[in-house]
């Protein structure tokens, strides 16, 4: 179970993104968060998101269009 | 990672200010210091008189861009000025109004929304921007 979660499922470019540097602000070093997305870009813009903050994605999932992501903080 | 990016907004229609604002969302998630410098009719845009009115859109927009604008709206698009409030709690953005189009347009700066930070000149704002890459919307 992650620390946070975050349901960005139906926000559009780059609120998902926004959404989820706004929870991991919030959460110690080595805490995780989860989130959940519909927006077709939010896979490489995670991916882009994790390797330039350094916050290692450590699960990645798709299901029925929605995208599931769980980022450890740095 | 160090240089900040630097926007000269212009335009002050609601899709090239929607796209300031999503270029610095997304860059203030990825940690990078923004510098935003408010000229003429984006400057106009920020007046707490009007920030919440409709700007219209650019001119190639037409009638069917119209109706693809106000669709997603009506899907909850977060507006431009919601999306820039969020890019500030982030931390890092600096929207600063430029001096002379506050001349131009007659504002004083107690008339400008909160999200503006303060007036500057063009020498100043290239001082923020150092080597770090500057657009113009």
């Known amino acids: 179970m992650a620390d ?3 349901d960005a499922r139906g926000l559009n470019c780059p609120m998902p993104i926004v959404r989820t540097a706004q929870a991991v602000k919030a959460l110690a ?3 995780t968060v989860e989130v959940l997305a519909t927006d077709p870009g939010s896979v490489k813009d995670f991916a882009a998101w994790s390797k330039t903050t350094g916050n290692e994605m450590i699960e990645q999932t798709s299901d029925g269009g929605v995208f599931r992501f769980v980022l450890k903080k740095k | 990672m160090d240089e ?8 002050g229609t609601d899709d090239k ?3 300031l ?3 610095t969302a997304g860059a203030a998630a990825l940690e990078k210091r923004v510098n935003i410098f408010l000229q ?3 400057l106009d845009a920020f007046a707490k008189a009007r920030i919440d009115l409709d700007h219209g859109l650019a001119p190639e927009a037409g009638p069917e861009g119209r109706a693809r604008v106000d669709a997603i709206t009506r899907a909850g698009q977060a507006s431009w000025a919601d999306t820039l409030r969020m890019a500030k709690e982030l ?3 600096d929207i600063q109004a430029c001096s002379l189009s506050m ?6 700066e107690s008339d400008l929304d909160p999200l503006v930070d303060g007036v500057e000149g063009v020498t100043a704002f290239y001082l923020s921007a150092g080597e770090g890459r500057i657009v113009f919307i």
């Open chain 1, 4 to 6: 946070q979660q975050v």
């Open chain 1, 29 to 31: 070093s080595g805490q």
């Open chain 2, 4 to 11: 900040p990016i630097n926007f000269v907004a212009f335009s």
């Open chain 2, 17 to 19: 200010l929607q796209a």
């Open chain 2, 21 to 23: 604002a999503v270029m």
């Open chain 2, 40 to 42: 003429y009719w984006a």
């Open chain 2, 91 to 93: 931390g890092g953005v």
């Open chain 2, 103 to 108: 001349d131009v347009l007659g504002l004083e």
